[in-house]
């Protein structure tokens, strides 16, 4: 495996930087992996279309791990306001907004200093990642998110 464009994790596991099929496949396409290989690809959106070549498709596994929600949603989520924000029209206003109009939040709720003292433990957010996962049903297919990652 080529380790110019390769990083280890905390526990050894291999993850690359590299974004784009091209790319990806000439640096890891034609290596022959005891395991095959799994492209698990962390995005914000699930707009991009990302196709692996036919001639690859069988030996390789694929998923998309969304990151949604924003962070203001997993506050809508830990102080129990998602639905009443869902119900009033999410399109409508957005979660920064709700945070900032009916939470009284305001515009620090991104700053570091504030998500420090505000998730106060590693439980707290992945408590919120879940109940934000439960409150959002379903998700397309072939598609992971946070929650699966904690899963």
Request: include cysteine.
């Amino acid at each position: 495996m080529p380790r110019s464009q390769v990083v280890e994790d905390r526990d050894s596991r291999p993850f690359t930087t590299l974004r784009k099929i091209k790319d990806l496949q000439n640096e890891f396409f034609g290596v022959d992996y005891p395991h095959g290989l799994m492209i698990v690809r962390i995005k914000d959106n699930s707009n991009e279309n990302f196709v692996i070549p036919k001639l690859y498709r069988h030996n390789i596994i694929y998923r998309d791990v969304i990151t949604r929600p924003e962070i203001e949603s997993l506050v809508l989520a830990r102080e129990g306001e998602y639905a009443n924000w869902y119900q009033h029209g999410k399109s409508k206003i957005k979660p920064s907004k709700w945070c900032e109009q009916k939470l009284g939040f305001g515009k620090q709720l991104k700053t570091y200093s504030f998500l420090c003292e505000y998730w106060n433990s590693a439980d707290e957010i992945v408590d919120a990642i879940h109940e934000y996962d439960s409150l959002l049903g379903t998700h397309k297919h072939d598609q992971l998110n946070l929650s699966d990652l904690l899963a």
